[in-house]
């Protein structure tokens, strides 16, 4: 029987709404106790007890948006060294994209994934399945059983279902056993050949541009659907005001749905690119710097319910290119608390706010005992020093690839400690 | 045989873009390739400027053009030119640009010239190399060289570049050619229209320094210099204007619409033309088109912009 206290920390759970001075005692790797209640109370002998004033602990990070390269792309990143990046950036549960080689649409390969992780990874690890038999958009995989295999949601992971028909049949379906459909909405023929936010910068660069509106066409569709089927859906990541709004609508009208952001998408702008930095390719591109704000706002307002890395690792092979040449993606997992607690120092979305979108919404959402502190729940849980400073240096990377929109980025708050399960996972110490 | 003639520094080790240019330095440009048209119509054309100096041009998208006055323009000043059959490289075997310049820069030459399909790639190449990259043209970004060929051809037209009207017609958005003519003429006063269906036409244009036109009557109205664009084949036929045409009964130059222009305006064309596409024949080959002497500025530039960058390198190393 292990005990382990950490007193008089500042505690962060969404989940009950609570920010407060107190301590956690996490007894055989479930949360016994968090809050001020836990205050100056006797602990059992053999506990150990650990003085964390001036330190904050909140729930492990839930990243419900990451690539990995296992199985196909070992060497851009495997499972285990995704999750050494998870832990090092208090990610304690990733839920991973589907589109590997081979796709896990199969649930053999959902016990790959599984089977993988429980061997070799530091961190909670949720396979997402695909939607269609090979992410050929047509055929719909086994959902029931995929789900009762380990998988926590569909999606089809970079690519995006151009048949309304096929969307509705699997948003219909998967209500049946309430899997969460999870989509990226860029329309392939109106975004085609583009590869960065359309307008004047893009022009100049002469780099093809992607129209707000191949984001907002098939998200209005899949939210049109959802209202049709009852089907619950989420909007994996959405760049552009327009596409807000769209959501808080479906919302209003009581349909099933959520959205999340990508952290990129929070803390950058089309500008980033520069003289055509491959890193900052991605998708969806970074945009205007009025739809980043939109972004926030729409995070702060809850249209937005929540952040992912979209960790997407990538090797110069696939990134030391021509802009319009390279693969989309960056790598975030490392980088994703720190970035976001950007917008809790200059005051743009309380602190409470953006853990429960970067933990506690992304959990309830997929189904997943995460995103809180509340007495029985997995210790997942981190430490935090919100305010010590650093800087992103591509040495200190953990990740198998280095493709970092921040590097050389000076970050404020850093994570001290990664428990999951109890168990520490990263330290600083 | 060298006549030597003393030019202000030109600070740049590559030419990348018309972006990074100060008017000053295009002036110099200009001027210098005043001095280069005079010796190539020498009977004998060669001077020793460049002896010794090793250039490669390396053409990921054929241009006979081009690379011809690129060549030329080298073998003039003395240089050593090899072209890089791209077609029957490594490349199509699968090696990528950087590999490739990373291979290139190992036998030490001094100039590299690159065309290219891909916006960025000879910013992406001068990173990697340690001598001059000359851009020949990088996907719909810019071309710097065939930017100052026009502007040398304008000047010995009109005598000089600030306050002219000049109207950029045709397929802007996939233009290279546009972009770096347009950055250009603004930096040296002109005043520029861009003409064209507003398919091809790039996002946020009106913010590009150019007043737009959709009809080229309204366009030309007034204008010193019609500059053509050439349109793609694979654009012609739906894909972005309805067929040809169409696109030459409205967007055409044809006797009829160049007679609203002023009545000594000049017609340009970078090549290669479609006849009967963007440009009638009657002129393309008339008294008001100075199509080939841009063929002749080409190569002056060309000799020009080596010379300039060479003494950069060379001020460099001494300084170093």
């Not at chain 1, 998200?219 to 959501?247: F, N, P, Q, W």
């Amino acid at each position: 029987m292990s005990i382990v206290v950490l007193e008089k920390a500042r505690i962060i759970d969404p989940s009950r709404m609570l920010d407060e001075i107190g301590t956690v005692i996490v007894e055989d790797g479930r949360v016994k106790e968090a809050g001020a209640g836990a205050l100056n109370q006797g602990f059992p002998e053999g506990a150990t007890v650990k003085d964390c004033s001036g330190l904050t602990i909140m729930p492990g990070l839930v990243d419900a948006h990451v690539h990995v390269g296992e199985p196909g792309a070992e060497h851009r990143e495997t499972i285990a060294s995704a999750s050494r990046a998870a832990a090092a950036g208090g990610v304690t549960s990733i839920v991973t994209m589907p589109d590997t080689d081979p796709v896990i649409d199969d649930v053999a390969l959902v016990e790959f994934v599984l089977r993988s992780a429980r061997d070799t990874a530091l961190v909670n690890v949720h396979p997402a399945a695909a939607i269609t038999k090979g992410l050929k958009g047509l055929e719909m995989t086994e959902f029931a059983l995929l789900q009762g295999a380990g998988a926590v949601a569909l999606t089809e992971g970079r690519r995006t279902i151009a048949s309304a028909l096929v969307m509705r049949r699997a948003l219909t379906y998967a209500r049946d056993f309430s899997a969460v459909i999870s989509h990226e909405t860029q329309d392939p023929d109106l975004a085609s050949y583009g590869v960065m936010n359309e307008g004047l910068f893009a022009s100049w660069l002469g780099l093809p541009g992607i129209p707000r509106e191949a984001e907002l066409i098939t998200l209005e569709r899949d939210l049109s659907l959802a209202r049709l089927t009852g089907g619950a859906y989420h909007a994996s990541k959405l760049s552009t005001a327009i596409s807000a709004a769209a959501v808080s609508r479906a919302k209003a009208d009581g349909a099933d749905v959520t959205a999340g952001v990508s952290i990129n998408n929070l803390a950058l702008n089309e500008m980033d690119v520069g003289e055509y930095r491959t890193f900052f390719r991605l998708t969806p591109p970074l945009r205007a710097e009025e739809d980043r704000a939109a972004m926030v706002e729409a995070l702060k307002s809850g249209a937005i319910d929540i952040i992912v890395s979209s960790h997407d690792p990538q090797d110069v092979d696939t990134k030391r290119l021509p802009f319009s040449e390279a693969a989309p993606g960056a790598i975030g997992l490392e980088t994703l608390l720190a970035a976001a607690l950007r917008l809790h120092h200059n005051g743009e979305v309380p602190l409470l706010r953006l853990v429960e979108a970067l933990s506690t919404a992304p959990a309830r959402r997929f189904g997943l005992d995460a995103g809180t502190l509340k007495p029985g729940a997995s210790a997942d849980l981190i430490l935090v020093d919100l305010d010590a400073p650093w800087v992103v240096k591509e040495d200190d990377i953990l990740s198998r690839s280095k493709n970092t929109c921040f590097e050389g980025a000076l970050m404020q708050g850093k994570v001290l400690q990664t428990l999951v399960a109890g168990r520490t996972v990263f330290s600083t110490e | 045989m060298t006549e030597p003639q003393a030019f202000p520094p030109f600070r740049h080790r590559h030419l990348l873009g018309i972006g990074s240019l100060s008017p000053q330095d295009i002036e110099l440009l200009l001027d210098r390739a005043e001095a280069a048209v005079a010796i190539s119509r020498r009977p004998d054309k060669k001077i020793s400027t460049l002896r010794g100096r090793t250039q490669i041009n390396l053409f990921y998208e054929a241009s006979t053009r081009t690379q011809s006055s690129f060549e030329l323009a080298g073998k003039r000043l003395g240089a050593d030119v090899m072209n890089m059959a791209v077609a029957s490289s490594a490349v199509k075997k699968g090696e990528t640009l950087i590999d490739t310049a990373m291979t290139l820069n190992a036998m030490r030459p001094d100039i590299l010239v690159i065309r290219h399909s891909a916006a960025g790639a000879a910013a992406l190449l001068a990173q990697k190399v340690g001598c001059s990259v000359i851009n020949a043209g990088d996907g719909a970004h810019e071309h710097p060289t065939q930017a100052l060929l026009d502007a040398l051809t304008i000047r010995r037209a009109k005598g000089k570049l600030a306050r002219l009207v000049v109207a950029i017609c045709g397929d802007v958005l996939h233009s290279r050619v546009a972009r770096s003519n347009i950055i250009l003429l603004n930096a040296m006063g002109a005043q520029v229209r861009v003409i064209a269906p507003s398919t091809l036409l790039p996002a946020g244009i009106e913010r590009m320094g150019v007043e737009r036109f959709t009809r080229i009557e309204e366009g030309l109205k007034g204008a010193d210099v019609v500059m053509m664009l050439r349109l793609q084949r694979e654009r012609m036929a739906g894909a972005f204007v309805p067929s040809i045409r169409e696109y030459f009964r409205f967007h055409g130059l044809d006797a009829a619409k160049l007679k609203v222009a002023k009545e000594d305006a000049i017609v340009m064309h970078p090549g290669p033309m479609n006849r009967g596409v963007e440009i009638a024949s009657a002129i393309a080959d008339g008294p008001q088109s100075v199509i080939q002497e841009q063929v002749e500025m080409g190569v002056a530039v060309r000799m020009a912009v080596m010379e300039a960058l060479l003494e950069t390198q060379i001020g460099t190393e001494a300084g170093a």
